[in-house]
């Protein structure tokens, strides 16, 4: 089986447009993530801070109190941890065209947005959320209110992980082991669907 050099080029082009696009789309999602939970995390600080001062329960100020501190260090971490979409793409767009340096570029970056779903990752939130569990649920003597506030915490944790993009692991995983044969010759190798607003194609990487 042979492909004409003009085949084998609008292939590496098509490939390359559908990584740029990901990181593209992934940049764009990283924005919005990072300020979205930024704003979610600003504004529970801001409400906890003003129930520990002015709520007449004295448990409401309690817990707010410890909210507030979450809240901060949520905010903090929110707004300093980057990701890594945008330097990627303009990584990409300063690489020239190599498709050899884009494929490695969507690799690194979709290892990263794994690691950020991993189990090491939810170590800080798990150790946040215990801690202010059992200021609540042990040190103030109201273990059904502990345990709500963990379990509280955790979700809003895994739901922020959860949402973070994922565009550089989905254009990785598009590409398919393929094996082709003709007689006694076998080609392996991968094929990926390459849509674009202005057509369909396959691309193929032996």
């Not at 992934?26 to 939970?37: D, F, L, P, T």
């Not at 990752?121 to 963990?150: M, P, Q």
Request: glycine content about 10%.
């Amino acid at each position: 089986m042979f492909f004409s050099p003009l085949a084998l080029a609008q292939q590496s082009t098509q490939e390359y447009q559908a990584y740029e696009d990901a990181l593209a789309r992934g940049e764009r999602h990283a924005n919005v993530w990072q300020y979205g939970w930024a704003g979610v995390y600003a504004s529970t600080l801001a409400v906890n801070v003003y129930q520990a001062s002015e709520s007449d329960s004295r448990d409401t100020r309690y817990d707010a109190r410890v909210g507030a501190v979450k809240s901060a260090l949520a905010l903090a971490g929110t707004l300093m941890d980057r990701q890594p979409h945008p330097a990627a793409r303009r990584q990409l767009s300063e690489g020239g065209g190599d498709i050899e340096s884009a494929r490695r570029l969507l690799h690194e970056v979709a290892a990263e947005e794994r690691q950020r779903r991993s189990l090491e990752a939810r170590l800080g939130s798990l150790l946040v959320n215990t801690a202010s569990g059992l200021l609540i649920g042990v040190g103030d003597g109201r273990g059904r209110d502990g345990a709500i506030n963990f379990a509280t915490g955790m979700l809003v944790s895994e739901l922020q992980l959860q949402t973070q993009p994922r565009q550089a692991s989905v254009a990785i995983n598009r590409f398919q082991p393929a094996r082709v044969s003709f007689g006694d010759m076998h080609l392996e190798g991968e094929y990926a669907l390459l849509v674009t607003p202005n057509q369909v194609g396959v691309a193929l990487r032996y």
